[in-house]
């Protein structure tokens, strides 16, 4: 299976300031990763397919970079909404598999 | 617009069973796949399976096979998961899910709780 490791495994922010998160696979999932947001009590919600590929109706403040096994995800200007927990996911082979997320609290 | 309408909470006892229900809407039924997924509390996320509601077709992650058994309702537009044999390792938040190359569209999770 395919491993996703998530980095840090908590990160501290500032509003307004611009923060990435880290993603690695165990191996190469070309750009079959995709980014989620979770806050409490709520389903997943997809922010980023493929990589860098944006969603409609997420802020543009949302991005993503990567492919292989290196991925980003990046807030540009960080609100107080996006306090929540963020996990990466491949869809390149099977079984799908999850990081185990970055949750991002206030500094 | 798409939704994914989730049965509700489940109480059951060790060694019984349970059948989760996805009612499907806002768009046809057949087209997409459909993924579950669960979240024991306060964890991250298991992909447990998928099945192809236009032919049944059923994928599953090796670690579910015995635990998990997925089927559709096409008539109903309906996808059900049946959790077998439930020990407290299968106390959980379960999501389906409908991803496609546009997106991705997840019910609002139903939560199974397993107690004496």
């Known amino acids: 299976d395919v491993v996703l490791t998530q980095s840090p495994a908590t990160l501290s922010v500032t509003p307004g300031e611009r923060i990435s998160l880290s993603c690695r696979a165990s191996?190469?999932?070309?750009?079959?990763l995709h980014w989620y947001q979770q806050k409490p009590n709520e389903s997943p919600r997809l922010l980023i397919k493929?990589?860098?590929q944006s969603i409609s109706g997420i802020p543009s403040r949302f991005s993503g970079s990567g492919s292989g096994t290196d991925f980003t995800l990046s807030i540009n200007g960080v609100e107080l909404e996006d306090l929540s927990i963020y996990y990466c996911q491949q869809g390149n082979s099977l079984p799908y598999t999850f990081g185990a997320g970055t949750k991002l609290e206030l500094k | 617009q798409v939704n994914l309408l989730q049965s509700g909470a489940a109480l059951v006892k060790p060694g019984a069973s349970v059948k989760l229900s996805c009612k499907a809407s806002?768009?046809?039924?057949?087209?997409?796949?459909i993924h579950w997924v669960k979240q024991s509390h306060g964890k991250s996320l298991e992909w447990i399976g998928y099945i192809n509601p236009n032919s049944g077709y059923t994928n599953y992650n090796e670690k579910f096979k015995s635990k998990a058994t997925l089927t559709v309702d096409k008539s109903t537009n309906t996808a059900y998961m049946e959790l077998s044999r439930l020990t407290s390792e299968d106390s959980a938040t379960y999501y389906c899910?409908?991803?496609?190359?546009?997106?991705?569209?997840w019910g609002q999770g139903v939560m199974v709780t397993v107690s004496s």
């Open positions: 806002g768009y046809t039924f057949t087209d997409y796949y």
């Open positions: 493929y990589a860098s």
């Open positions: 191996e190469s999932v070309d750009t079959y």
């Open positions: 899910t409908r991803w496609a190359t546009t997106g991705s569209y």
